[in-house]
């Protein structure tokens, strides 16, 4: 794999495709069930597309709207050049907390000597909120955006 494991979770919204598959042995998935959830979440088609930002053979981040529902994902990847992707959160509906469940590249991640680095965070975001997430060498980031229930209310608001 010559990426960060998140830039594989990305993978699923950046590339589309409405046959979605896990292609290696169940062994290694039980070692990230935290970061296996995302593949288990992840849309197989969409309703809206957002390009967000792009740069050929550079960067790219997408947000895409789950078919049927009000749920986002997104998916911000990088070539061999670490960088921070900002992404303001305006496509979403003005008025309405959502829960962003954010899988992203972790401390001293890089694509060739430690792909396996990666943290998630859990914050109520808003159309107003912009996330700012780093993106290792040959990283990325893949993020699960959802309408916040009552249950959600004691979560950190992303600032």
Not at 43 to 69: C, F, S
Not at 130 to 145: E, M
């Amino acid at each position: 794999m010559h990426s960060t494991l998140t830039k594989q979770l990305a993978l699923y919204v950046t590339m589309y495709s409405p046959l979605q598959m896990a292609a290696d042995i169940p062994d290694n998935y039980e070692k990230h069930m935290d970061a296996f959830q995302f593949i288990k979440d992840v849309a197989v088609d969409w309703d809206d597309t957002k390009i967000i930002a792009a740069e050929p053979g550079e960067y790219i981040t997408i947000a895409r709207k789950e078919k049927g529902a009000a749920n986002w994902y997104i998916g911000a990847i990088t070539n061999e050049n670490s960088r921070n992707a900002i992404i303001p959160l305006d496509f979403l509906d003005k008025g309405k907390k959502y829960v962003a469940i954010i899988y992203a590249d972790g401390d001293g991640a890089d694509w060739k000597n430690n792909p396996e680095s990666y943290k998630i965070t859990k914050y109520l975001v808003d159309a107003s909120s912009k996330l700012t997430v780093k993106l290792a060498n040959g990283g990325g980031a893949a993020v699960s955006i959802k309408p916040a229930r009552n249950e959600d209310r004691g979560l950190e608001i992303y600032k």
